[in-house]
């Protein structure tokens, strides 16, 4: 073991961490700019079946960015209010503890707020679930 080398790569995970959360702002602000014009382009133009689909899948691809910056942006956040347990052996599976239990609540399935699912398979949006 090389104590000095150790400590210098757990310095530069964490200045990674750092700069990382520090640029997750600017990355959200951006996904939201873009679903801002695609939002606009749905209102102003008239797309064909094909651009339609591109359109949705455009759509998605940032939906897909923005959910993992905020996620991110979270589990950061809680980073840095659990940080000083960095410091104690013990405190540190915590840490990790608490920060598994925010990534497994970050990944539940999203829960409609207005629309019921019967209404979403009624629109032709989504299909029923064969739930056996």
Do not use: P, W
């Amino acid at each position: 073991m090389n104590i000095v080398n150790d400590v210098k790569q757990a310095v530069d995970i964490l200045n990674n961490i750092d700069t990382y959360a520090d640029g997750l702002n600017s990355q959200l602000s951006e996904c939201d700019t873009k679903l801002c014009d695609l939002r606009h382009i749905l209102e102003e133009e008239k797309l064909s079946a094909s651009q339609c689909c591109n359109f949705v899948k455009e759509m998605k691809k940032i939906c897909l960015e923005r959910r993992k910056v905020k996620q991110d942006m979270e589990l950061s956040r809680l980073f840095q209010l659990q940080s000083m347990k960095l410091n104690n052996l013990s405190n540190r599976k915590i840490l990790l503890g608490e920060l598994g239990k925010k990534q497994h609540h970050l990944e539940t399935k999203y829960k409609y707020r207005i629309y019921t699912e019967e209404d979403l398979i009624n629109l032709g949006i989504i299909r029923r679930r064969n739930y056996e």
